[in-house]
């Protein structure tokens, strides 16, 4: 009679296991002299090689080893596998957010005490929105029961994308000049404000550089804005000297009274009044 060569006296190396753990194969028996045929068996035992702790539920479970050597010899020893119970969790849907959203504390998963992973979450479950970036991400929820067991639920965030948004105002406006009314923002819809302040229309009496932001809110509720610049420049003092009276036929001359020197001179042509006109 050929004996099981019991110096391997581990028959399931994981010592426990718990009723989620993924099936697996049972390797840890050994007999001697080789050549001849084996099986294992027992609660969980699958086609008599692989065990499946779902199966054989909680529990302490003897499972055996047979090997049947060249001559026909048996021998068969056993092995004790525990299996402990995990404890299930839940976690709730979870609401989109934006892009430039603020961070956001992970909450809702059960039991407490377990942990938030997957992408753009940081330690103690914060999850980051601009360090996941826009699309979908599967983030999961781990809890380890007292017995080493763990057990996790998943669930989507999805990240939106900004809106994209475009305002253009002119890079100088004069302090004489119209007003601009406020309508260059894209897409339509969004809100303007000047230094800081609603409005729908541009307009200054100082001297300065003001901020022009517009700002777009689309279906998902994400805000994103654009910013333009207007410098608020002042009018020049001009002043035009008195021209001495000339005749037509008279050389001509040039105009140069005009201050500060550089601008542009114009006629307004004057007729004088017809006798018929004068009575």
Known sequence: LHRVDRRQRQMCIRDRICTNTPQFRLSQASASPSGGTYKYFGTGVVSNIDFDANLSGKGTHSVGYTYVDA???????YQNQLVDTFTSTTWANLNGVCLNANPVSLSGGTPNGGVYAGNGTQTGGIFRPDSAGVGSHKLSYVFTNGLGCK????????????????????????????????SSGTPMGGVYTVNGVADTMYSTVVSKLDTVIYAFTDTNACTNWDTAAVQADTVPVVTFASITSSCIGYIQFNLNQGLPLGGVYSCLLYTSPSPRDKR
Do not use: E, F, H, R
Not at 71 to 77: E, H, M, R
């Open 151 to 182: 057990d996790s639920t998943s669930q989507t965030q999805v990240v939106w994308k900004l809106p994209t948004v475009n305002v253009t105002m002119p890079a100088n406006w004069c302090l004489n000049a119209t007003p601009i009314k406020l």
């Open 71 to 77: 001559n026909g010899c048996t021998d068969t020893s």
